[in-house]
């Protein structure tokens, strides 16, 4: 019988070592709060048996105050690399169970490996967050790590798709990392979100409030708009990842990958004809329309509690990605305010980035009249998504069911910002401002000066909605392509995106844009 090399069996030891994490008492403690432990995650989150470890025995670094009293493998984080869906991802995954995942020189180092070599080989990266934030015992040094990690997903964004999903605290700083990234998953009642938290924030100015109020995942897909999903559980989050990773390609210079569809390229759905009511002031679901052009089952909505006035995800149609943008007339009557703009912008940008053509749909009376709206900046924020459209060199496909005043006519995806393909239904009613609007200015003196204002008033509405609050008007001077019965545009865009996938619009050489953040 021959005996087993001791070196080997030291190694083995090392492993099982490694495999403990903080240990049983905390694991045990992970699991009580409803919480998976670090490893537990990557394995539902990879596919089965693909996942490959990286410095599993890195420990902490040399600590001379003496505060870090256990050592432990791994220093609080998994990374590595595997598959999803049979492509390649490297991740990392906090472990709660030693010193509360907490962020200290020697892990920012291994997260800074694993984003090196996602960078280097063109595959997505995915922080898996469960921290307490900054190692304290390691002061400044877990905070030059931060820095570490927030120069990589700065450097990196528009390279490769970064997704942070939240399954615990993120407290402190370690909240911009994901603020960083192209997606933030939040998982409810166990992650939160915040700069400073409840006992600070106390201190500081005396408000009373708690974690989950403060910080949890209603409020982050919300109120602030900082995450894009909430979801129960920690296998929705993970399952969400594999799905949201589906409509992306790997890296900026891949197309997304396509899928078959089940659904007819061809299909009209006739029931779009009847869907905009005759009546302009009467609402309907654009979610609906989208529902009806696109793949079917295939719209991934972001933020869809967030600015619910507009309309943003990803979906296929005819077996390709698109990203889809739009108001929702039933909200708001589609108005476009600063939340709607920041959400249609960044989204704008993640698609662009990552060469997935957009498909806009456009039913707004325009931006939100208000001294809130102004005095919070709506030009500024109004102006990046004039950029966003502007910049964005991926094929673009406009369709106008029914208003597109004033402004919401020329930021929503306008001919002449460079959209390739630009459609109006029959309902659509594009003018500067909406009738009775434009009477009251055009026609002040000669509404005031007749016998019966009121009366006056609606027959120069009407008179001027139809001149100018129809598409043919558009039509005839060149400023939309094409009116198409609304069952078919899908497939209109499905032809007008196919003509496209070979688009070629270089931007002129730049350092970059100055975007009016
Ligand atoms: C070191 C920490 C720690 C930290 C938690 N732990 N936070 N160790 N540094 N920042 C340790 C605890 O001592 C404990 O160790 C274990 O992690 C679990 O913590 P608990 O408090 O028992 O868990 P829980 O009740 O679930 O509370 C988790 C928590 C809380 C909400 C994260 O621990 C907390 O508020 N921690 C401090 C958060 C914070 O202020 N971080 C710094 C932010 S400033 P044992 O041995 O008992 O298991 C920052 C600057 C970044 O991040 C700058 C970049 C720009």
């Not at 304290?136 to 450097?155: D, K, L």
């Not at 989050?237 to 990958?257: C, I, M, T």
């Not at 964005?392 to 930021?411: D, E, L, M, Q, S």
């Not at 078919?488 to 996938?501: G, Q, T, V, W, Y």
Request: aromatic share 8%.
């Amino acid at each position: 019988m021959t005996t087993e090399d001791p070196r080997i069996l030291e190694l083995r030891r090392m492993r099982a070592k490694a495999l403990e994490g903080g240990g049983a008492d905390r694991i045990k403690k992970q699991k009580a709060k409803g919480k998976q432990t670090a490893r537990e995650r990557i394995e539902l989150l990879l596919d089965p048996g693909t996942f490959n470890e990286i410095e599993p025995f890195i420990t902490h670094s040399e600590d001379e105050l003496n505060l870090l009293t256990e050592t432990y493998y791994g220093d609080g984080v998994v990374t590595g690399y595997g598959q999803i869906n049979g492509r390649t991802v490297y991740l990392y995954s906090q472990d709660f169970t030693i010193y509360g995942g907490t962020l200290s020189e020697m892990q920012s180092h291994k997260i800074c490996r694993v984003m090196d070599l996602a960078v280097r080989n063109g595959v997505p990266f995915i922080s898996l967050i469960d921290s307490g934030g900054a190692r304290i015992q390691e002061g400044v040094r877990s905070m030059g790590g931060y820095a570490e990690i927030f120069r990589r997903n700065a450097q990196y964004s528009g390279v490769i798709p970064q997704i942070a999903v939240m399954l615990g605290p993120c407290a402190g700083g370690a909240a911009y990392s994901p603020a960083l990234q192209d997606l933030v998953i939040m998982v409810e009642k166990t992650s939160f979100m915040f700069l400073t938290g409840p006992e600070v924030i106390k201190a500081v100015t005396g408000e009373v409030i708690d974690a989950e109020a403060l910080g949890g995942s209603d409020v982050h897909t919300s109120v602030s708009g900082v995450a894009h999903f909430s979801v129960k559980s920690e296998k929705d989050a993970l399952d969400l990842v594999r799905d949201f990773l589906s409509y992306l390609p790997s890296n900026n210079v891949e197309n997304p990958p396509y899928i078959k569809p089940t659904d007819d390229p061809a299909f009209m759905d006739d029931e779009l004809n009847s869907i905009v009511p005759i009546d302009p002031s009467e609402p309907y679901i654009m979610h609906d329309v989208i529902e009806k052009i696109v793949d079917q089952g295939s719209f991934l909505e972001f933020q869809a509690n967030w600015a619910r006035n507009a309309i943003v995800g990803l979906a296929r149609i005819g077996g390709y990605s698109v990203g889809v943008v739009g108001q929702e007339p039933a909200i708001m009557a589609g108005v476009i305010d600063i939340d709607a703009a920041d959400k249609m912008t960044r989204f704008v940008r993640m698609c662009d980035c990552f060469n997935i053509p957009l498909v806009t749909f456009v039913d707004s009376p325009g931006f939100l009249p208000g001294i809130a709206q102004e005095h919070g900046g709506i030009i500024r924020h109004g102006a990046k998504l004039l950029y966003a459209y502007s910049e964005a060199t991926v094929p673009k496909v406009c369709i106008i069911t029914r208003k597109a005043y004033g402004g919401a006519y020329v930021v929503m995806s306008s001919k002449y910002l460079g959209t390739d393909v630009t459609c109006a239904w029959p309902s659509a009613e594009i003018a500067v401002l909406g009738a009775e609007g434009a009477a009251n200015i055009l026609f002040k003196k000669q509404i005031e000066e007749a016998a019966d204002p009121a009366a006056e008033r609606a027959k120069l509405a009407s008179e001027y909605r139809e001149r100018f609050n129809n598409p043919f008007n558009a039509a005839s001077t060149g400023y939309v392509d094409d009116i198409i019965e609304p069952r078919e545009s899908r497939p209109k865009i499905i032809a007008s995106l196919s003509a496209l996938r070979d688009k070629y619009a270089p931007a002129p050489p730049r350092k970059h844009g100055n975007i009016p953040v």
